[in-house]
Antibody, heavy 117, light 107 residues
């Protein structure tokens, strides 16, 4: 079964750090480009970051540039998002999403990140 | 960044109604557009890619059309399981962007 499992979410204070993980199974992870997408409570979808299949090309949304770092370990079939200097406006459900061509599929189930004191 | 404007932001419809959702891009994006369906508490699900290609397993009552700056998602006969929020997404250039969403509710 093709599956992405997001983990690592939780409650963190403003200015704190958190690392999200996304574990892939059932498909050739190393062939997929990967992304993180987030959704604030009651809001729409926001693309956060992209990493190419080899990890050589990376993009970020302006809202997280300089604070978040995307990475991957193809040997472990895993994607990561290191989030530093977290703000209240980073509170959201974070989804990892695979990309072969110009669409996102599959998606993880999401990990809730709450930034609050 | 390319902005995607979806309309309407919400609609009420009955089972078996025909529903059309529009997504307008702030600049031309060829056919680099996907549509997703999201139900509460769940991850988005891919419906259509390349503006008009139906993903495997998606019912044929869903269809997509358009290119350039104007795109539509049509549900030919709304079913109870179709009540959800729908998003468009462009892949023409980074940053990738989503439309604001269209919530389809039961009339």
């Amino acid at each position: 079964e093709v599956q992405l499992v997001d983990s690592g979410g939780g409650l963190v204070q403003p200015g704190g750090s958190l690392r999200l993980s996304c574990a892939a199974s059932g498909f050739t992870f190393s062939s997929y480009e990967m992304n993180w997408v987030r959704q604030a409570p009651g809001k729409g979808l926001e693309w956060v970051s992209y990493i190419s299949s080899s990890g050589s090309t990376i993009y970020y949304a302006d809202s997280v540039k300089g604070r978040f770092t995307i990475s991957r370990d193809n040997a472990k079939n895993s994607l990561y998002l290191q989030m530093n200097s977290l703000r209240a406006e980073d509170t959201a459900v974070y989804y990892c999403a695979g990309q072969l061509f110009d669409w996102f599929d599959p998606w993880g189930q999401g990990a809730l990140v709450t930034v609050s004191s | 960044a390319i902005q995607l404007t979806q309309s309407p932001s919400s609609l009420s419809a009955s089972v078996r109604d025909r529903v059309t959702i529009t997504c307008r891009a702030s600049q031309g994006i060829s056919s680099a557009l996907a549509w997703y369906q999201q139900k509460p508490g769940k991850a988005p699900k891919l419906l259509i890619y390349d503006a008009s290609r139906l993903d495997s397993g998606v019912p044929s009552r869903f269809s997509g059309s358009g290119s350039g700056t104007e795109f539509t998602l049509t549900i030919s006969s709304l079913q109870p399981e179709d009540f959800a929020t729908y998003y468009c997404q462009q892949f023409n250039s980074y940053p990738l962007t989503f439309g604001g969403g269209t919530k389809v509710e039961i009339k």
